[in-house]
């Protein structure tokens, strides 16, 4: 069993800065992409940004220059820097990992449940 838990998100002021962070633990024998959607009311869920496993980074347009997607490969934690926050940034922030659990071949998607960020105008 694999269990992701982000931390970190919060209440903060337009043009304000955050960070969140999230943890894979369990039964892991290897961990490809790791990342981040998020989805705010009445809207669908859409990528913020992922990272493989050697570090190449993927962003959606609406965050380029503003948000950085990092990992740490030891701890199995990827993080997101989030700048120049706005009201439209707004929304649950949920983390995933592509995990190859122990004792298995297949690699299978794995989902936080998510942490709440609110940016006020």
């Known amino acids: 069993q694999v269990q992701l838990v982000e931390s970190g998100g919060g209440l903060v002021q337009a043009g304000g800065s955050l960070k969140i962070s999230c943890v894979a633990s369990?039964?892991?024998?290897?961990?490809?992409?790791m990342g981040w959607f998020r989805q705010a009311p009445g809207n669908k869920r859409e990528l913020v940004a992922d990272v493989t496993s050697d570090g190449s980074t993927n962003y959606a347009d609406s965050v380029k220059g503003r948000f950085t997607i990092s990992r740490d490969n030891a701890k199995n934690t990827v993080y997101l820097q989030m700048d120049s926050l706005g009201p439209e940034d707004t929304a649950v922030y949920y983390c995933y990992a592509n995990v190859v659990p122990s004792h298995t071949v297949r690699s299978s998607q794995f989902w936080g449940r998510g942490t709440q960020v609110t940016v006020s105008s």
């Open positions: 369990g039964s892991i024998f290897k961990i490809n992409a």
